[in-house]
Each structure stands twice: as C-alpha cells, then as structure tokens.
C-alpha cells in the first residue's frame, strides 16, 4: 500500500460519498492477447471502498 502524497490528496474526492480519504496501490491492466500492458495507480476510498484509476504509461512484454 502506497500513501497518497499530500498534493494528490488536496485534489481528490470521491464523487460517490465525497469522501476525502484515499489509500493508494500501483496496478498493471493487461491487453486482450498480452502483449502491452497499461501501468495504473489507483486510489481507493477509505470510506466506501470506490475506486479510482490514473494512467501511469504503457509498457510492452511486461511479463508478472
């Protein structure tokens, strides 16, 4: 689990219970057939558990 640093947290609200409390994680969504993969951080609502997406950059032949 990543914190949050404090510029992002200024900025975000969660626009389902206007929440203000994030955690954050690093995550990797896959391509259909595998080949490219799309690195996201993500900031998840500590108070309904809604989550938020942010491109981070593609990388290609990123194998787990």
Avoid: Q
């Avoid at 689990?1 to 206007?18: A, N, V």
Wanted: proline content about 3%; hydrophobic content about 35%.
């Amino acid at each position: 689990m990543l914190p949050l640093d404090s510029m992002e947290r200024r900025h975000l609200k969660c626009p389902l219970c206007s929440g203000e409390k994030f955690r954050a994680e690093e995550g990797k969504l896959d391509s259909k057939w595998g080949f490219t993969a799309h690195k996201v951080r993500i900031a998840i609502c500590e108070n309904c558990g809604y989550v938020m997406m942010f491109y981070k950059g593609r990388t290609i032949w990123d194998f787990d």
